[in-house]
DNA sequence: TGGAGTACGTCAGAACTGGT
DNA sequence: ACCAGTTCTGACGTACTCCA
């Protein structure tokens, strides 16, 4: 059993009952005499570094104390200096769920293709960048549609050979060809 | 052995959430 | 809008590890 020591705010006088060289910041120098409860004084977001090791953070860029004290040149942050950690988790979060819509829809759009325009598609994702052109493919799988669309509108005007379904999930045998000279359109 | 660095249980306080 | 409860995150304090 271990003896227990009251717990106190951090703070300078915490400071001085526990750790007597621990370094008051100039927040917390306010009201020194006062009785009025203390506020931890806190970076907004610590860097990675300090919140894997839980220990104090100053947050200073592009090094906070800590780090920049055992040699480091850089501190990694989630966030830039006036957001906190969990603002900067929700914008992550709705970033997120912006790609993953984005994602669903490529699927959808690649699994109503046949083989040769899905290698089509897929041929094009290889010389895209997904973090930044994941958008500009969908909407452009998009367009390519839209302009077949009335491609066909144009075509079905002449009358059909046979009653073939008009569903849109099954494109005529040279749509492929269609698609290419559509895209150069684009 | 002691100092430096690390791991982590725990707490404080801010932000968020749901009820009224 | 207000309040109480919950969740999240920064950070304190201590035990532990490593190395000279």
Redesign the pocket.
């Known amino acids: 059993m271990?003896p227990q020591?009251d717990?106190?705010?951090?703070?300078p006088t915490?400071?001085s009952?526990?750790?007597s060289e621990?370094e008051s910041t100039p927040q917390s120098a306010t009201g020194t005499t006062s009785s009025a409860?203390?506020?931890?004084?806190?970076?907004?977001?610590?860097c990675t570094?300090?919140?894997?090791?839980?220990?104090?953070?100053?947050?200073m860029r592009p090094v906070c104390s800590?780090c920049a004290?055992?040699?480091r040149t850089k501190c990694e942050y989630?966030a830039g200096p006036d957001v906190?950690?969990?603002?900067?988790?929700?914008t992550k979060h709705e970033g997120l769920q912006r790609r993953l819509a984005l994602f669903e829809e490529l699927f959808r759009l690649l699994s109503m293709r046949s083989d040769a325009e899905s290698l089509e598609i897929i041929s094009r994702m290889r010389t895209a960048t997904i973090e930044t052109d994941l958008e500009d493919l969908v909407k452009f799988i998009k367009n390519a549609d839209l302009l077949m669309q009335l491609s066909s509108t144009q075509s079905d005007q002449t009358p059909p050979a046979s009653g073939a379904p008009g569903a849109d999930t099954h494109l005529p045998s040279t749509s492929l060809n269609d698609i290419s000279s559509l895209l150069e359109l684009l």
């Open positions: 271990k020591r717990i106190l705010p951090a703070g915490a400071a009952s526990a750790s621990r409860p203390r506020r931890r004084p806190q970076t907004k977001i610590a570094s300090c919140r894997r090791r839980k220990s104090k953070c100053d947050g800590l004290g055992m040699g989630d906190t950690r969990f603002a900067a988790l929700k």
